[in-house]
């Protein structure tokens, strides 16, 4: 039996295609509407600043802002333009630019960090409307 040890850019390119499927499923829960799954994939002590909203943190508080915002309707969220990097502490950022049926803007840094369980979480969310549609 053989077995291969990736190198550092194969696992790499891993760790990226981990979080950019954590991303999608992020994204699938919000436009089902599941917002229970959305606030678990965060820390417990997470930051997440909504530009020109506020900045919520913990779970609590990041509930308190998707609960109503989804409740009123908001869903079809799409991210483009897609940037992902590793960090030197085994972190990944994510920014890229984002729309839904409500709303369009810029996600200017997502910090995804690998948990004891393995599962892929935001420590930090910073994002920011820069377009309002109507509903």
Same mark, same amino acid.
């Given at each position: 039996?053989?077995?291969?040890?990736?190198?550092?850019?194969?696992?790499?390119?891993?760790?990226?295609?981990?979080?950019?499927?954590?991303?999608?499923? !992020?994204?699938? =829960?919000?436009?089902?509407?599941?917002?229970?799954?959305?606030?678990?994939? &965060?820390?417990?002590?997470?930051?997440?600043?909504?530009?020109?909203?506020?900045? &919520?943190?913990?779970?609590?508080?990041?509930?308190?802002?998707? @609960?109503?915002?989804? =409740?009123?309707?908001?869903?079809?969220?799409? &991210?483009?333009?897609?940037?992902?990097?590793?960090?030197?502490?085994?972190?990944?950022?994510? +920014?890229?630019? !984002?729309?839904?049926?409500? +709303?369009?803007?810029?996600?200017?840094?997502?910090? !995804?960090?690998?948990?004891?369980?393995?599962? !892929? @979480?935001? +420590?930090?969310?910073?994002?920011?409307?820069?377009?309002?549609?109507? =509903?």
């Amino acid at each position: 039996m053989t077995t291969t040890i990736p190198t550092s850019t194969q696992a790499s390119h891993l760790v990226l295609a981990e979080v950019a499927t954590a991303s999608r499923n !992020w994204i699938a =829960a919000f436009n089902r509407g599941d917002v229970d799954t959305c606030v678990a994939t &965060y820390l417990p002590n997470a930051e997440m600043v909504a530009a020109p909203m506020g900045t &919520y943190i913990g779970h609590q508080q990041i509930d308190d802002f998707w @609960r109503p915002f989804v =409740a009123q309707g908001a869903g079809e969220l799409v &991210y483009s333009q897609v940037k992902l990097s590793e960090e030197s502490d085994g972190s990944v950022l994510l +920014a890229a630019t !984002w729309s839904m049926n409500v +709303a369009a803007g810029e996600i200017h840094k997502e910090r !995804w960090i690998k948990d004891d369980q393995g599962a !892929w @979480r935001l +420590a930090f969310d910073h994002f920011e409307v820069l377009e309002q549609k109507k =509903a």
